[in-house]
């Protein structure tokens, strides 16, 4: 299985991170669900039909060839007629919530066989994505959950892949909480968040702060990607787990073999 060549263009135009689209998902950084105030409040119950509509339509529900068969996704399949079509052709922002990339499958998979490290623990997932490590999070039985995003829609996959898995849904964040007071969390994990040399950098003193202030643990799942393997952030992370990627994933990304967990300890 090989991406087409106008998404094979998106997954690399995303991570090789460039400017415009940056810029164009942060911009879309407004909350999902009406909760006034208090940006968690709540859980992701509410679905604007024509979206959902428009999400069952354009992915395919799918649990093969990733390192949790366990967890199901909507994803961006070969058998989506986007997957074949121009990547100009669709009609909201960059669905990086469509694809499971490899930082978030080893976070998932270590959350699920070290039930221990989120048993009772209240869990944030930053650029939560299709939601798969909130997910693995709930089945390994967190507490609570916050799953954030900046993207609205990435909002919606997470509710209905919530459903998917039979879990009611969490509460679902589409602010940047980059730019929020910090709260305390007993875990943080970001799965592939460090794929933008700003981003990391923006990521790299948030997380410094909810160490420092909170004592948070912070579990950090990556493919070895330039800017997280380059950035000065290595000196403060100590190897947790390493998977090798599943086949189709490792097509999928242009070749890469291993996905680590990383606990960041500055
Ligand atoms: C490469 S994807 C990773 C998704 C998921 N964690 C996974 O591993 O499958 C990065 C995600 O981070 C989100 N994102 C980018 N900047 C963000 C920010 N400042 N706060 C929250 N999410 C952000 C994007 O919208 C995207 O869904």
């Known amino acids: ?35 006034g105030h208090c940006p968690w409040r709540g859980t992701g119950s509410f679905l604007d039909p024509e979206m959902k509509a ?33 990547a100009d052709l669709w009609p909201h922002s960059d669905p990086y919530w469509a694809v ?42 967190a507490l609570t959950i916050l799953a954030n995003d900046i993207d609205p829609i990435a909002g919606m996959a997470i509710t209905l892949n919530c459903e998917l898995n039979q879990l009611n849904p969490f509460p679902i964040l589409t602010k940047n909480m980059l730019d929020l007071e910090q709260e305390k969390w007993d875990l943080v994990v970001l799965g592939d968040m460090f794929y933008d040399e ?30 997280f393997s380059g950035h000065s952030i290595q000196h403060q992370l100590h190897k947790v787990a390493e998977y090798s990627l599943p086949e189709p994933t490792r097509q999928e990304n242009n070749g890469l073999t291993t996905s680590t967990v990383w606990e960041f300890q500055p």
Request: aromatic content about 12%; charged content about 20%; proline content about 6%.
């Open 100 to 141: 499971y990339w490899p930082g978030g499958q080893a976070l998932s998979r270590y959350l699920l066989d070290n039930p221990d490290v989120v048993r009772g623990k209240s869990v944030l997932d930053i650029g939560s994505g299709c939601g798969a490590t909130a997910i693995a999070a709930k089945m390994s039985g």
């Open 54 to 86: 428009f999400l069952e339509e354009n992915t395919e529900v799918t649990s093969r060839g990733s390192l949790t068969p366990e967890i199901q996704l909507r994803l961006l399949t070969p058998r989506c007629k986007f997957w074949w079509e121009r």
């Open 198 to 227: 700003d981003l990391a950098d923006s990521l790299h003193q948030w997380l410094k702060n909810c160490f420092w202030v909170y004592r948070t643990r912070v579990l950090i799942g990556d493919p070895g990607r330039p800017q």
């Open 1 to 35: 299985m090989a991406l087409s060549p106008g998404w094979r263009a998106f997954t690399s135009f995303a991570m090789n991170c460039c400017g415009v689209l940056r810029k164009a998902v942060r911009s879309s950084g407004f909350p999902l669900f009406p909760w």
